[in-house]
C-alpha cells in the first residue's frame, strides 16, 4: 500500500517527510507498509486500530475491520490478507445475519464494529451514527467522546474538520476552553461538567491537575480533568451489559464528560427474607417477602381506612387498579410500603409512609362505563422511597419477553392482600395465595353471564372456584411469577381487577373467578410515565415512548 491512500490525519502524524515508521518495540521499517495488513512489526503496532482506522480505502481496495486496506480479491478467497483475518469473515453467512464482528443497521446491512460511532455514518439509514446506538458507548483511552455519544481521536478536536457526526468536535466552547487549557486565558474560563446527581449510585471525584487539585464535592460542577470513579448503591444494579464496565469518567475541555454516566436499575423482584397462614383461606404473608406490596389509604371521616393494594416498581412509582384510584384526589390517600398490617396508625419500624403526588389513569379506562377496561393506574409519590430489604421493587417485564410463557394456562402466579377473609372481615395482617392462570374459554364458561363483558383482550382470568382467591380490598394488588423456571425474580404480570359479587351484597363470590388486568399490555404506556418521573433513566427504555399522554390526572 502506497502511502498516499493515508487520509489527513495519518499524513499530519506520520508522514511529516519521514520516510520510516518505528515500530513500539523500536523496529524501523518503511511507511508505506503501515497499514497493508501485513504485520510487519514484531509487535503489530503497525496494524493496529488507533493507528489505521482513519484511512480512506480507494474503490478498489477491501477496508478490514481495524482500517488497513487490502486488494478486493482478497475477500473470501480462502487466504487471510487482513491483520485480523475481517477479509475471509462472514464468508459464508445468510442473507439476514452478521458477523459476531460486525454491526447490524436498522437498514440491515452489516457493518464492521469499528465503524460504530466513529462520527462517519456507514449504515445508509445512519443508525450506525445514532444517538440511540451511541449514547452508552464507552470511548478507548486518549479520545474524545461527542455529545452525541460517537468517539473520535484527541487530535481530530478543533482541526477545522468536522469528525463527529453533530460537530461537536469543533464548538466555539470546546476549541475557547482548549486554548484556555494550554494557559492562553484565565482558569476560570474553562467551562465544567454537571454535577453527579443520581441517588442510585455512590461517586468519588477527583481533579487531577491545576490549582484545586484533590478530592472535590460530586455535586458541585466540575472542571477539566476531573475523574469520577461510580458504582451503583445497593439494592441497585448497572442498567445493562454495557454499563457492567462503567466504572469512571473523565471532565474533558469543552465541559462534557468522556462518557455516559453509569445507569443503574433498582434491583427489582428480589426479597432477602424467607416468606409466613389473602385473601380467602390463604395464608400470613412473612414480613420482607413481599417487599414491593404497597397498601393504599383512604380518608375517610376523619380516619384513614385500608383500601386497595398495589405494587412498586420505582422509588417514586406506584401500579395499581384503575378503579382504586377513579376520581380519588390526591389528598385523600396515602400509600404505605414495608408495611404489613391493614392499620395506617400501627407503629411498624419497617415501614414508609408516603403521600400522593399525583395519580395518573391509562387514557382508555372508562370504569364502569367501559367495563373496567384497561384497569390500570399509576401513582406518584410526593418523595421516593428508600430500598432495603422491606421495601424493593418488583420487575417488570419491558421486553414483553414473558407475558405469552406466564400467562399461559395453568401457569401458577403469586398474590398478597389485606381484602376480605373468609370471615367476611377485612385481614388486619397480610396474607398471600397461589392462583392458577386459566383461558379465557374457560373463564366464560364458568362465569355469570352478566359478567362475561369484563373478559376482554386487556384481561385474563386466574382462580381455583373452591372459595379460595383475591376479594374486596384486594383491588390493585400484583399477581407475580418467577421470571423463569426456579429463578427468585419476580415479574408483575397481572393487578386485581373484577370478580363476581354473592347474591344481594357487596362481597365477592369466590367460587367463580378472578378477572386480573394484562400488564404486559401496558408497558410502552408504563415508559412513557416513568419517563416523566426519572427521565435521566427511562428515556432510553423506548424511544416510542411518546405514547399519547393525554392522561387522566388528578393535581
Not at 255 to 263: A, H, Q, S
Not at 347 to 365: G, L
Not at 406 to 433: A, N, P, Q, W
Not at 473 to 497: A, C, E, Y
Request: hydrophobic share 30%; glycine share 8%; with cysteine.
Amino acid at each position: 500500500m502506497s502511502y498516499f491512500y493515508l487520509d489527513p490525519w495519518i499524513s499530519r502524524h506520520l508522514c511529516q517527510e519521514i520516510p520510516e515508521f518505528i515500530c513500539m518495540d523500536g523496529t524501523v521499517m518503511k511507511l508505506k507498509d503501515v497499514c497493508n495488513g501485513k504485520l510487519d512489526c514484531a509487535d503489530g503496532t503497525d496494524e493496529i486500530k488507533d493507528l489505521c482506522y482513519h484511512i480512506i480505502c480507494p474503490k478498489n481496495m477491501y477496508r478490514c475491520h481495524y482500517g488497513a486496506c487490502v486488494p478486493t480479491s482478497a475477500r473470501c478467497n480462502g487466504t487471510p490478507e487482513c491483520a485480523d483475518k475481517s477479509d475471509e469473515s462472514q464468508c459464508g453467512r445468510t442473507k439476514n445475519s452478521c458477523d459476531m464482528k460486525e454491526f447490524r443497521c436498522l437498514s440491515n446491512e452489516c457493518i464492521p464494529l469499528e465503524l460504530l460511532c466513529d462520527g462517519k455514518t456507514d449504515c445508509k439509514d445512519g443508525s450506525d451514527e445514532s444517538k440511540n446506538t451511541c449514547e452508552e458507548l464507552p470511548c478507548p483511552p486518549h479520545s474524545y467522546h461527542c455529545r452525541h455519544g460517537g468517539c473520535i481521536h484527541f487530535d481530530s478536536r478543533c482541526d477545522g474538520v468536522p469528525d463527529c457526526i453533530d460537530g461537536s468536535d469543533e464548538s466555539e466552547a470546546l476549541c475557547r476552553s482548549l486554548k484556555c487549557s494550554t494557559g492562553s486565558c484565565p482558569i476560570d474560563g474553562q467551562l465544567k461538567c454537571p454535577p453527579i446527581l443520581s441517588n442510585r449510585m455512590s461517586a468519588v471525584c477527583q481533579v487531577k491537575e491545576g490549582p484545586k487539585k484533590g478530592l472535590i464535592a460530586c455535586n458541585k460542577p466540575m472542571p477539566p480533568s476531573t475523574i469520577v470513579r461510580y458504582e451503583c448503591k445497593q439494592y441497585y444494579i448497572p442498567s445493562s451489559k454495557l454499563q457492567q464496565n462503567n466504572t469512571q469518567m473523565i471532565c474533558q475541555a469543552d465541559g462534557t464528560w468522556n462518557r455516559d454516566m453509569l445507569k443503574c436499575d433498582p434491583d427489582c423482584g428480589k426479597t432477602d427474607l424467607p416468606a409466613i397462614p389473602l385473601i380467602v383461606h390463604g395464608q400470613i404473608a412473612e414480613q420482607g417477602r413481599w417487599p414491593w406490596y404497597a397498601a393504599l389509604f383512604t380518608l375517610e371521616d376523619g380516619k384513614w381506612i385500608f383500601w386497595c393494594g398495589g405494587s412498586l416498581i420505582s422509588e417514586l412509582v406506584i401500579v395499581t387498579a384503575g378503579h382504586c384510584v377513579w376520581k380519588v384526589p390526591p389528598d385523600t390517600m396515602k400509600v404505605a410500603l414495608g408495611k404489613y398490617n391493614s392499620d395506617l396508625n400501627t407503629n411498624n419500624e419497617n415501614a414508609q409512609i408516603r403521600e400522593i403526588k399525583k395519580i395518573i389513569i391509562q387514557p382508555s379506562y372508562q370504569d364502569q362505563i367501559g367495563n373496567y377496561g384497561s384497569d390500570i393506574a399509576v401513582i406518584i409519590l410526593s418523595s421516593p422511597v428508600k430500598f432495603d430489604s422491606h421495601v424493593r421493587p418488583v420487575c417488570i417485564d419491558w421486553n414483553l419477553h414473558d407475558i405469552s410463557a406466564h400467562l399461559k394456562e395453568y401457569s401458577m402466579g403469586h398474590i398478597v392482600g389485606m381484602g376480605l377473609t373468609e370471615d367476611e372481615t377485612f385481614s388486619g395482617i397480610l396474607r398471600k395465595t397461589k392462583l392458577p392462570v386459566v383461558s379465557n374459554e374457560e373463564c366464560m364458561r364458568h362465569q355469570k353471564r352478566d359478567f362475561r363483558k369484563y373478559i376482554t383482550y386487556t384481561a385474563f382470568c386466574a382462580g381455583w372456584r373452591n372459595g379460595t382467591g383475591v376479594c374486596n380490598g384486594d383491588s390493585g394488588g400484583g399477581l407475580v411469577f418467577p421470571k423463569s423456571t426456579n429463578d427468585k425474580v419476580w415479574v408483575l404480570q397481572g393487578i386485581v381487577s373484577v370478580s363476581p359479587r354473592k347474591t344481594g351484597t357487596s362481597h365477592c363470590d369466590l367460587n367463580f373467578l378472578t378477572v386480573f388486568t394484562k400488564v404486559g399490555l401496558y408497558v410502552n404506556w408504563l415508559s412513557a410515565v416513568l419517563n416523566t418521573v426519572h427521565p435521566e433513566r427511562f428515556k432510553s427504555l423506548n424511544d416510542n415512548a411518546a405514547i399519547s399522554m393525554s392522561i387522566f390526572e388528578y393535581n
